[in-house]
């Protein structure tokens, strides 16, 4: 196995590191530096860096502005009580990657490569990965299209980033039960186009419906299929669960879905803890009838941002359901305790789940 060169730049400007009381607002702080690797149609990916984090200098014409060929990942370094750096289940969001990029007409990049690039980024920053509870370092690669060129066609060129960013809850809410708007008029995505890939006009494509619900004071839109518009698929930043009568209940991965790393953890969790698990259809009418007969016990979203997301109140048109008492569930509690305590390595998870950045 050939392991890439990578070089190394470092800042000589370097900004103060967060301190333990000062907020984490997601999103919104970058570290020293990042990993930058370009590709050449004839001789694939080359010169990996770190170098400081700066501005990129960009053509007006690249592509990526004009047709949105780009794609991006998410997932988290944990600092553990014994000081250790971790990183949870990095090859799923690796596998991920390559298949939005074989979607959108991406060049892969080998798992290998895509692994050490993950791992040296947060080597050299892991002085920015905070400790306090519910916190961590966000991990961010994506790529974009950089021919300065005005036809369709997918590019010639490309730019592979890392950038890095120690975050707090994604939700204002933390652990407390959000609530979710329930979309009716605007579609995310449909089978056969890029809802089951990780870029970035899915997320566009909702903003307009995100906005509506904000505005009811909802914290996100939970998406219903595109074609009979009477399906759930998934919240904007998250994948749905429900519990009813004792059996857990996720929408069937089918095409315009994305496949979550953390959607994929609770379903091995719960069959390993004997839940009875369902992947399949699920309609908004089943949701009400079932919160009508009392046998809607949870509704829980799973992303990495979140992790695990208690729902609390859902609302169709003017119908608002209230889940439960209105509060976190055990199962979705008990599914927060293990996935975060395998992440911070307080717990033993299934083999491969975390990988120790040395």
Known sequence: MTLLNIR??????????PGEEDPLVFGTIFTDHMFVMDYEEGKGWIDARIVPYAPLSLEPSAMVFHYGQE??????????????ILLFRP?????????????????EIPEEDFMQAIKAIVKM?????????????YIRP?????DPFLGVRPSHTYKFLIILSPVGAYYPEGLNPVKIWIEDEYVRAVR???????????????????????????????WLDGVERKYIEEVGAMNIFFKMKGTVITPALNGSILPGVTRKSCIE?????????????????????AA?????????????AAVISPVGHLRKGDVVLQVGDGGIGSLSQKLYDTVTGIQLGKIKGPEGWVVEVE
């Open 292 to 304: 009508k007969e009392g046998t809607l016990e949870e509704v829980w979203g799973t992303g990495t």
């Open 71 to 84: 794609m991006f990942e998410g997932l988290k370094a944990y600092k553990g009580k014994d000081g250790r």
């Open 269 to 289: 969790l719960c069959k390993a803890w004997g839940y009875p698990v369902e992947e399949r259809k699920v309609s908004a009418e089943e949701l009400f009838c």
């Open 91 to 107: 090859d799923e969001n690796i596998k991920r990657a390559n298949h939005t990029n074989e979607r959108i007409c991406i060049p």
């Open 192 to 222: 056969g186009g890029l809802g089951e890939a990780k870029a970035g006009a899915n997320y566009v494509a909702s903003l307009k419906a995100q906005v509506k619900a904000h505005e009811e004071g909802y914290s996100q839109v939970l």
């Open 8 to 17: 190394v730049e470092k800042t000589e400007t370097p900004k103060p590191i």
């Open 125 to 137: 920053e892991r002085l920015w990965v905070p400790s306090r509870e519910g916190t961590s370092l």
């Open 142 to 146: 994506f790529i974009i299209a950089t």
